[in-house]
Each structure stands twice: as structure tokens, then as C-alpha cells.
């Protein structure tokens, strides 16, 4: 392990919450790195997608305020310290940077690592042309070919779209699973955040100036094509997504950009111990945190999206950093904290709004047809779960050795959650009775060849033999 | 007792061993519960590397290894279902001249014992894994080995299971084992179970199992951590392994590459899987000696990291056979790198209970208890 880094705080990610949360727990004293795996922090991976930039403090901020920045360096795993036989306090993470690897010695650890986009199966939806939000905004800035239809469900459909009309690109229809009256209906609970309402009606506009058919009450039910995508067939549905049985009709596609929602992130704090549970909100595993973002494993806390599944700061990074601050006996300004509270209530309205625009229709995964891809990766469809079921799989953990989903790059944090609804629909049991996926580094894939390094054979520690 | 209902046999534990013995006794005729607090082989019979190897195996296991190896192989005839079973050559090597040292005197004794393995040169090592990257100073080639997808076990096994009119008993954690009259009752937290007769197949656990019949038994439990990486182009096509035995390594034929050979993390039996950890450097040091053999693997990513246990007796050998001082009562576990031999072990048991003799000796474990663990069994 090569250039040790010790500090008393390590926050793991760079968006919105782990900047702020960085920044006042640098301001009350604490010796703070901020870590994240791109080279300028994450803001801009999910810019188009912030309702509100104005504060996001930046990396000069933090720096002003003493904090440190490691940016670059890829957290792939972690262990707390109390589980060596050396025993010792707080927190060990490794990162990768520059194809080396570096370990972080952190006293306190806060995971800021955010959410990740949710795709329910449809037909097609595995064709070249088909992308999630991540996959289509996530690497520079080429545009996906036109003409391009943007689906799914939340606020976040119509940020990507008007962030590709603002970009110039050839969208032609956004299919939103809500219908227009429910978006009405949530207006006054989305006033709560002034500055959000702002920017959400600016997209709305946006939209529409430039032409673009907005469809509510809709989803995709399958994309067509030969060898690449072609049209998405699309169909009328009720609020929780059952189809209306009305005609559907094709639209004309190069490309479609999926979201069904964000699901809470947090794989960090898991890997680290902290307890999780399946919550029906958010239909996803969620860290068991309080309010203040501590979990269940001392030192170890959670803001944002992964703590909380959505990214609308409500003033828990202020929060956040109040708990870290007291962990270490250094007091924050009281009137931040009350602040922080109050933002909280406020907002707390609009995150439930906006939340449920998110949520998970169960109803979408029910009709997923048999011969449709769950794990990508592995290539496992839905006959191939509900085969699983018959052969005796009774949890999500079960599944994954019985069939692969799950082992691929995502490591099961989208399709597996997926496979988990088919499950107990089958079974006839909650979600919840499917367990969760054990928790296992690496966090992030990482080549075997930046992991060793350049070595001589005399340098791997190599225990004793086998007994013979 | 309300339930009247009496199994000829309980059988607590449903990895490789439990579920064999399981198997082979309802096929023999007998009427079988079969219970886990878990899924069917989920726990080391389905998270350990699959490897098939001789030179990974005790001297005095080789025959045990060799008839489960055959087992292995043909899976779909007598398990009815397939576990991914590739068969192939195995190389064990030697970077270092202690290394050598000790590779050429375990060959030799592994051969005494029945395994064909022979020692060659580098340039042969070479033909026979092309992949091999510089620094091999000599290596033993076996041409029984091989591996299975471990994932898989489970799945196999229990649709057989069901197919031989065993109970399936999963999500049944044991709490007490008490002996009455005619038998045992089987105490779990949804109900009690009775059996004439008993086997403890609990791996780590055999343990606190024994315990229940007051006999104590200490098992060391191993935290072996794996590493597989994503899929990529063919890059091996054997198993390689290391004089010391601390590298396990294979490429299976959907692509991805398995890295395994007993370096530990941190756990134990007393910890949910979940608060397992592996230790960075450990894993490190272990895909270090992957790289070093096929160095192609640098250009592979690790997709996932994890650890599962492995039981250890005093002896580092086999605890099958009957309980002492417990008439009914059987033991069967504790195998050193078992998945190998497993099947054919568990099945030596099962012919025991069916009152046939077992072609090879079992492993009774008298001779690992003190006087007093007798005592208390007997009581």
C-alpha cells in the first residue's frame, strides 16, 4: 500500500451532500478528505439533473476551509478497523489512483455515494439503443443518435430531456408514467422548494418550446428493432402502471433513455456493516440511519441519496456533519443546526412528492414477458427465475447461485432487485421475505493488474503451506 | 409429542455432506428429513473455489479424492443434473527453490498414494498451460483434475433431493437435539422433528452441533477468501495451483476467473455472512500469485471478492462416523479442501447407515476426543 493518507473524517463521494457535509465538518475543525472517484468530484456526472446548484459548495471551498481533496481515487473496498486482530479504531478504505493502490485511514467515515438509476425489464429494453440515465449521460459529451425518445418515471425524465433539447440533440417525445393531473396535484407540495419548482417548470418549457411531445399517463412496453432500436411501442396506463388496454401506438426511435427512478445507494456503509432493510418507499434496500445520518456501526455515517434516496438537499448534510462534529467533541453552531431542521420540515412535502413520482410499480414487473432479459450481464431471463422459484430458490441470495443474476458488473443492485419482486410475487410473499445480497468489495471493478502493482515473487506474503 | 410422524433418519445440515447422505439413504430406501437454517448448500459447499484438484488434497484423502473426482465427472448419471463439471490438467508450481523443494516431495507422496502426478520440466509446464507467464522453476502435472461451478450445488442437488422423496427442511434453524427412546428430537424454533437415527453434517458448525449430544468436539474454523473476476477472452486452460497449496486457479468457460487457495479473512461461525470482511492486502497478495502465473489476468477486472468457511479438526482430518457414547447418532464433515471428495465420503456414510460396508474406512472421531468429552457422551 503506497502513500497512507490519515484523517479524521473521510467522505466517500462528491456530490452535492458529501461536498457540503465535507465543507462544515472542515469549518468545525475536523481534519477532512473529500474522495471521489472522477477527476473534478461528481457534480457534473448528474449536473443536468440538480434542481438546485447555487450552493453546491465547490472543491476550493472545502480546500479554503482546510479540508483536503482526493480526487481520482476509486474507493474499492473497505473494512473497519476493529475487525483486524490488531484490532485499532475507525476505518480503512482502499483507492485506486493512477493505477496504484492507496489506503485511507479514516476515524470517522461518511458514505455521500449517492443513488443509482432503476430500469423495470420491458421487451427490447437490452437492444443497442437502449440506454439508462447513467449509461446515456454518463461519459462526455456525445449525444445518443436521434431521434431519441426519453421514459420512465419522476422529475428526472424531464431534466434529461431538456438538457438534451439545451444540447442541441433531436428529441422527439418524453413518455411519462404519471399522468398530467398527478403532477397538478403535487405542485403545491413542490412550492415548498421554491428554486426547484423554477427549474422544473424552466424544463417544462424547454420541452415544449422546442416541439417535443410530452405523453403522461404512459410507458414503454417494448422496444423494437432489428439488431438496434428502431421504434418503442407505447401504451396508456393508470396510476399504477396496469395497462388500460387501449390502442398502442409505435414512435419512431434511434435511441431511448430509461429512468423508473433512483434507488438508494449506500454499498459503502454496507460493506462497512451498517444494517440495512427493504423499504417499500423506495422499493430498494435502504441504510437503517437517524436522523442526523448515523448508522448502526459507530463512526460510520450516510447523507444524501444514499442515505435518504432522493437528492433534494434538506439540509442533512448540515446535519450530517453536526453528528460527525460530535463524535469528536467539537461542537457546530447551533443556529446552523436549527437551520438545517427547519430546511428539513420544509422540504419535507416536496420529497415526498417527488419520491412518489419515483416509486416502484410492481405492476410493471409483473407483466416483464418470460423470454425478457433480468441480468444483462448474465444474460438470465424472466422463465429462467421463475424456474429458479420452481426448483426451490427462496431468496435472492438462493437465486444468485442458482442461476448467475446478480454476478455481473452491477453486482445485482439493479437486476437483483428486480429478480427479488419476481420472486415473491411467484411465492406469494413480500419483498422484504427475499432477503438482500450480501455485501462484497469491490465496490467499484478494478483491473487485477492496477491492484498488484509491479512486484517480485519474494515480496507476496505468502502464509505457511497447507497441512499435507 | 403431538407430531407422531418418525423419520428413519434427521440429517442437520444441507451442504455437500448432509445433502449426500441424505440422497443416497431415501434412494436406499429410508425416509429423510433433511435441515438447514439456510438454503441447500449455500453456506461452503456452494461459495468455495469448485476446484477438483489432487494436489490440493491430503495424502491419505487421495483415494477419497479420486472416487469423488469420478463422481464429479459424471454428475448427470448419478445426481441427475449438472454442476458445470469441466474435467482437465492441473499444474501445481514451484517459483522458489524451497518452493521446489516441497512440490517435489508432496508429488512424490500424492503419487505413493494413487494420484498421477508427474514432476516437469518449465518448457513442459509450458505446452501444457500456454498461458504461464516467467519464473516457473519446475512443476507437477496431474491429469485428474478440474472443477465444478460451486454456485450450482445447490440447485442440482436439491431438485435430486426432491426427486428422492426427501423432506426438504430450509430456513429450519436447529436450536437443541434431544435423545429419547427411539431416536432424536430435532428442535427448531417452527416446530420438532423426530428421527430414528441422526447425522450431523454441519461443517463448521459440527461444533455447537455436538454440543446438543454433549460431546465436545473443537473445529477450527478456516475464512478462505476468493476473487472472481468479469468475463475475458480465453486466457488458461487448466488448474493451476502452487507447491504451497495457497493458489487456486481457473478460468471457466463463460470467461470469468476464479482465484482461490485459503489466504484468510475475518469471520468466523459465530458471524451472519454479511459481517464478514476481506482483508485488502490479503486478497492483493493472493491475485499477486494469479498474476504471476498468468500474467494475461492483469488486463481482467475483479467483479467480485468474498470469503466462506472451511472446518478443521485437530488433526486436519476427516470427522465421519458415529458418535461416541450416542448409539444412532453420526457425524460427518471437517473434509480438508472436502468439495473434492465430499459426495464420495458422505456416500461411504450413507452405505454405513444402510448397514452396507463402506468400500473405503470412515473417520471416526474417538480418536479426537479427550477422555472426558467421552465421559459427558456416554452420561
Known amino acids: 500500500m503506497s502513500g497512507d493518507v490519515t484523517c479524521d473524517v473521510a467522505v466517500v463521494g462528491a456530490g452535492d451532500s458529501g461536498r457540503r457535509c465535507a465543507l462544515y465538518c472542515a469549518e468545525a475543525g475536523l481534519d477532512v478528505c473529500l474522495i471521489d472517484e472522477n477527476s473534478h468530484g461528481t457534480p457534473d456526472r448528474r449536473a443536468w439533473l440538480r434542481l438546485d446548484q447555487s450552493g453546491t459548495p465547490d472543491a476550493a471551498a472545502l480546500r479554503r476551509a482546510g479540508g483536503r481533496t482526493l480526487f481520482s481515487h476509486t474507493v474499492w473496498t473497505a473494512l473497519a478497523m476493529d475487525e483486524l486482530p490488531t484490532g485499532g479504531e475507525g476505518f480503512w478504505l482502499s483507492a485506486m489512483h493512477a493505477g496504484r493502490d492507496t489506503a485511507i485511514k479514516a476515524r470517522a467515515v461518511v458514505d455521500a455515494t449517492g443513488m443509482g438509476v432503476r430500469v423495470v425489464p420491458f421487451e427490447g429494453w437490452t437492444l443497442p439503443g437502449v440506454f439508462d440515465f447513467d449509461d446515456a449521460f454518463g461519459f462526455g459529451e456525445a449525444l445518443p443518435d436521434g431521434p431519441i425518445v426519453v421514459a420512465g418515471a419522476g422529475l428526472a425524465i424531464y431534466a434529461a430531456a431538456a438538457h438534451l433539447v439545451r444540447a442541441g440533440a433531436p428529441l422527439t417525445a418524453v413518455i411519462d408514467l404519471e399522468s398530467d393531473g398527478v403532477w397538478r396535484a403535487r405542485r403545491g407540495a413542490l412550492r415548498a422548494v421554491p428554486d426547484a419548482l423554477r427549474m422544473a417548470i424552466r424544463w417544462l418549457r424547454t420541452i415544449r418550446g422546442a416541439g417535443v411531445e410530452v405523453v403522461p399517463g ?39 433513455l430509461v429512468s423508473h427512478g433512483f434507488m438508494p445507494g449506500g454499498n459503502l456503509a454496507a460493506l462497512l456493516g451498517a444494517s440495512r432493510r427493504y423499504d417499500e418507499r423506495f422499493g430498494a434496500p435502504i441504510l437503517n440511519v437517524d436522523e442526523r445520518g448515523r448508522t448502526s456501526v459507530d463512526g460510520l455515517f450516510a447523507v444524501g441519496g444514499a442515505a435518504r434516496g432522493h437528492s433534494v438537499d434538506a439540509g442533512d448534510a448540515a446535519l450530517c456533519a453536526a453528528a460527525v462534529a460530535a463524535d469528536f467533541g467539537v461542537s457546530v453552531d447551533e443556529a446552523t443546526v436549527e437551520a438545517a431542521m427547519r430546511d ?6 416536496a420529497v415526498a412528492a417527488l419520491r412518489d413520482a419515483e416509486r416502484l410499480r410492481t405492476p410493471l414487473i409483473s407483466v416483464i414477458p418470460a423470454t425478457t432479459t433480468i441480468c444483462a450481464y448474465e444474460g438470465v431471463t424472466r ?3 421463475d424456474a429458479a422459484v420452481d426448483q426451490g430458490a427462496g431468496d435472492v441470495s438462493q437465486l444468485k447461485h442458482f442461476t448467475r443474476l446478480g454476478m455481473g458488473p452491477c453486482r445485482g443492485r439493479q437486476c437483483g432487485e428486480i429478480a427479488a419482486h419476481l420472486m415473491a410475487q411467484k411465492l406469494g410473499k413480500p419483498r422484504s421475505a427475499m432477503g438482500l445480497l450480501t455485501p462484497r468489495p469491490p465496490l467499484r471493478a478494478v483491473t487485477l493488474g492496477d491492484l498488484v502493482g509491479e512486484f517480485s515473487y519474494a515480496d507476496i506474503p505468502i502464509p505457511a503451506p497447507a497441512p499435507l | 409429542m403431538t407430531q407422531s410422524h418418525i423419520h428413519d433418519l434427521g440429517v442437520v445440515g444441507a451442504g455437500i455432506h448432509g445433502a449426500t447422505v441424505a440422497l443416497f439413504a431415501a434412494r436406499g430406501g429410508m425416509d429423510v428429513a433433511l435441515l438447514d437454517r439456510g438454503a441447500v448448500c449455500r453456506e461452503a459447499s456452494g461459495v468455495n473455489a469448485g476446484t477438483l484438484t489432487m494436489q490440493m488434497t491430503r495424502v491419505a484423502l487421495i483415494p477419497y479424492a479420486l472416487a469423488g473426482h469420478r463422481m464429479w465427472a459424471t454428475t448427470r448419471e448419478w445426481l441427475g443434473h449438472d454442476v458445470g463439471v469441466v474435467t482437465c490438467d492441473g499444474l501445481s508450481l514451484a517459483y522458489t527453490e524451497a518452493e521446489e523443494e516441497l512440490l517435489a516431495t508432496r508429488a512424490a507422496l500424492r503419487r505413493e498414494a494413487g494420484a498421477p502426478i508427474a514432476m516437469v520440466t518449465p518448457a513442459e509446464a509450458q505446452e501444457i498451460e500456454p498461458g504461464l507467464g516467467e519464473g516457473v522453476r519446475a512443476a507437477a502435472h496431474c491429469t485428474v483434475d478440474g472443477y465444478a461451478a460451486a454456485y450450482l450445488t445447490g440447485r442440482a442437488y436439491r431438485v435430486a433431493l426432491a426427486e428422492a422423496g426427501v423432506a426438504i427442511r430450509e430456513y429450519m434453524p436447529v436450536s437443541a437435539v434431544e435423545r429419547e427412546d427411539d431416536g432424536f428430537v430435532i428442535r427448531a424454533a417452527t416446530g420438532a422433528i423426530r428421527c430414528r437415527r441422526l447425522v450431523l453434517a454441519g461443517g463448521v458448525w459440527l461444533e455447537p452441533m455436538l454440543g446438543w449430544l454433549g460431546v465436545k468436539l473443537p473445529i477450527k474454523t478456516l475464512v478462505n477468501q476468493l476473487a472472481a473476476t468479469q468475463r475475458v477472452r480465453p486466457v488458461m486452460r487448466t488448474v493451476i495451483g502452487i507447491a504451497s497449496g495457497l493458489l487456486s486457479l481457473k478460468q471457466f468457460p463463460h470467461g470469468s476467473v476464479v482465484i482461490g487457495g485459503g489466504w484468510q479473512g475475518l469471520g468466523g461461525r459465530t458471524k451472519p455472512r454479511e459481517g464478514f470482511a476481506l482483508l485488502p492486502d490479503r486478497l492483493v497478495g493472493n491475485v499477486r500469485l494469479a498474476v504471476q502465473a498468468i500474467p494475461a489476468l492483469r488486463e481482467a477486472k475483479l467483479t467480485r471478492a468474498w470469503a466462506g468457511l472451511e472446518a478443521e479438526t485437530a488433526d486436519a482430518m476427516p470427522a465421519v462416523g458415529p458418535v461416541p457414547g450416542v448409539p444412532g447418532a453420526f457425524v460427518c464433515g471437517s473434509v480438508h479442501s472436502g468439495y473434492t471428495s465430499g459426495p464420495y465420503i458422505a456416500k461411504l456414510l450413507a452405505d454405513r447407515l444402510l448397514g452396507r460396508e463402506p468400500a473405503l474406512p470412515l473417520f471416526p472421531i474417538d480418536r479426537l476426543l479427550p477422555e472426558a468429552g467421552r465421559d459427558m457422551a456416554a452420561a
Open chain 1, 218 to 256: 404512459a410507458r414503454v412496453r417494448a422496444a423494437r428493432g432489428e439488431g438496434a432500436l428502431e421504434a418503442v411501442v407505447v401504451e396508456s396506463v393508470d396510476a399504477e402502471a396496469r395497462a388500460l388496454g387501449e390502442p398502442e401506438r409505435s414512435i419512431a426511435a434511434g435511441s431511448l
Open chain 1, 383 to 385: 422463465a429462467d427465475v
Open chain 1, 344 to 349: 428539513r420540515d420544509c422540504h419535507a412535502p
